[in-house]
């Protein structure tokens, strides 16, 4: 049985330094446990508690669970590497103290850093993307983070391929695979940036199965998309205008996935990230409508 988390990029707490102020990581918790999840991720350094002790007992007298933690990473730069590492050890060491090996560092290219990238989210074409050269530097260093993480920390690494970074389309998550090691890196198959990249998630979850690790539910609204690419739009004016909607309100086929998942013997969790910028909507009662919509099939 797949087990139902929301994150707190669900409350327009985001790795990116925005305009506009997310809840603090009370609420959210709150929030998450109120609308009927039982997992969480840990949002940025510093969103939540950075001491075992404290952030074990906000996440346990809840009844949850700590699942991940994003940390994105300039990969293609090898003078990122270093401080890379030192950040995931961090986060996975604090994750280990808490949650023992359950938690995932959730590795990503630094995303929306990159202006042709940010601005073509969704739209790029091959000659946006990165040379051989960077391809290899880019993959040395997802192996470095996910090799300190296990040695570190003992917990294990999965690559979010992430709209707005380097790793987008399905040929660039295929390729990121094609270079590391399976057996120390795994995918995070988050629907949502999957088929904004372009792809159809399910064709894609079919090809990149043995690799998936975590799972994130999120959709993707089709006519913004369409929009996003007539006016020019760059990934955070998608994001504002609801590019990433509510579960089963955009073109994402969830009971095919779900479905596919089960076929591959998938029993991990699935992260409900509905990516919202600070301020914008009513997360808590997004959340809810998401829960409900995934209890309507079967979940």
């Known amino acids: 049985m797949i087990k139902i988390a929301n994150a707190p990029c669900s409350w327009g707490a985001l790795e990116f330094d925005l305009a506009g102020e997310a809840p603090g990581y009370v609420q959210v918790l709150n929030e998450i446990v109120e609308t009927g999840y039982i997992g969480t991720e840990l949002g940025d350094w510093g969103f939540m508690p950075t001491d075992p002790a404290k952030l074990s007992n906000e996440i346990h007298s809840r009844g949850l669970k700590l699942l ?28 280990a103290a808490v949650e023992g090996d359950l938690p995932f560092i959730v590795l990503a290219d630094d995303n ?10 969704g739209r790029v074409t091959p000659e946006m993307g990165l040379s051989e050269a960077e391809w290899q ?9 996910a090799e300190a993480v296990k040695k570190e920390a003992g917990l294990r ?120 910028l600070p301020g914008m909507g009513q997360p808590k009662e997004s959340a809810r409508r998401n829960r409900e919509y995934i209890k309507s099939l079967g979940l």
């Not at 990122?80 to 050890?89: F, I, L, Y």
């Not at 929306?112 to 989210?121: C, L, M, S």
């Open 68 to 95: 991940g933690a994003f940390v994105p990473v300039l990969l293609k730069d090898p003078k990122a590497h270093a401080a890379g590492v030192e950040v995931a050890v961090r986060t996975a060491k604090l994750m």
């Open 112 to 121: 929306g850093k990159d202006p042709v990238r940010t601005k073509n989210a």
């Open 137 to 145: 530097i880019a993959a040395e260093g997802a192996m470095k983070v």
């Open 157 to 276: 690494t999965a690559f979010h391929h992430h709209c707005a970074g380097f790793v987008e389309t399905p040929a660039e998550i295929e390729k990121l695979l094609s270079l590391t090691d399976p057996k120390l890196l795994g995918l995070v198959f988050d629907c949502g940036h999957y088929a904004f990249g372009g792809g159809d998630p399910v064709e894609g979850l079919r090809k990149l199965g043995s690799r998936v690790w975590h799972f994130h539910f999120k959709d993707h609204e089709p006519n913004v998309h369409a929009q996003a690419k007539a006016s020019g739009w760059d990934y955070f004016q998608s994001v504002s205008h609801g590019v990433f909607c509510e579960l089963g309100k955009g073109n994402v086929n969830f009971p095919a996935l779900i479905a596919e998942l089960k076929k591959i013997g998938y029993d991990g969790w699935g992260v409900v990230e509905q990516d919202v």
